[in-house]
């Protein structure tokens, strides 16, 4: 059975199972491995069942959006439908009001390249906005390819979104940047940790839960 194993300053063994099926089992520090593997094995019933679930549901998900004339795409909450136009240079995308247009021609690396930036705009934007809610303010902020999480804070305070998360709703956006820039001088999930994101989003709970279900958003676009 794959797992990741994290080690950190916690007294408990727990695991961890995103909407993407990426397990983690936390751990102390100088608990001995076997000790964790036996943990692994006697929790093995549920991690499969779990995994199962997430398999089932990712099954029903919604599939991923095709670059197709008169298609509707939804990015950073704004719904823009799609327009290909044979008379624009070669690999053209752009936004235009409410229309994605893009050249017959647009690679689908050259569509990631433009996702990826419009998406880091969007999360610049959004952790300017809440940096100064939250009192914290990251190092940098870039774009990550991850397939199993939506963010990460560095111990250097740089904050990594997955890009692919510009197709979640805004408020998901939101929850996800909140989350990391309270990592920001408190790299764990503590009770203060999450004191720290409900004086922002006093309604987290109800969005993580949410998050949850859009795992299959991990799985769009692989090249």
């Known amino acids: 059975m794959q797992y990741e194993l994290m080690r950190s ?5 727990a695991i961890t199972i995103d909407g993407g099926g990426r397990c983690v089992v936390r751990a102390p ?3 001995p491995l076997e000790e964790i593997k036996s943990f692994v094995a006697e929790k093995s019933g549920w991690i499969k069942a779990k995994l199962l ?22 990015l950073g909450g704004k719904a823009l439908r799609v327009r290909r136009d044979y008379y624009v240079r070669r690999g053209y995308i752009c936004i235009n009001g409410d229309e994605l247009v893009a050249s017959h021609t647009v690679t689908q690396r050259g569509l990631i390249r433009f996702l990826r930036s419009l998406a880091l705009e969007e999360f610049e934007r959004r952790a300017a906005h809440f940096s100064k809610l939250t009192g ?9 390819d991850a397939g199993a999480r939506w963010g990460s ?4 305070n740089v904050l990594n979104f997955s890009w692919r998360l510009i197709f979640a709703p805004p408020v998901l956006i ?10 920001i001088g408190c790299m764990n999930h503590s009770q203060d940790f999450w004191r720290r994101v409900a004086a922002v989003l006093p309604d987290f709970a109800r969005r993580r839960r949410e998050l949850k279900h859009r795992g299959y958003l991990l799985k769009w676009f692989r090249e």
């Not at 029903?60 to 095709?66: I, K, R, V």
């Not at 914290?136 to 990550?144: G, Q």
């Not at 804070?153 to 250097?156: D, E, L, P, Q, T």
């Open 9 to 13: 300053r916690r007294r408990t063994l």
């Open 29 to 31: 520090l100088e608990m």
């Open 53 to 74: 679930e997430i398999k089932t549901k990712n099954g029903l998900a919604p599939e991923e959006p095709q670059l197709a004339d008169g298609a509707v795409w939804t």
């Open 136 to 144: 914290t303010v990251p190092a940098d902020i870039k774009t990550s």
């Open 153 to 156: 804070c560095s111990a250097k």
């Open 174 to 183: 939101d929850y996800v940047i909140v989350h990391e820039l309270c990592h």
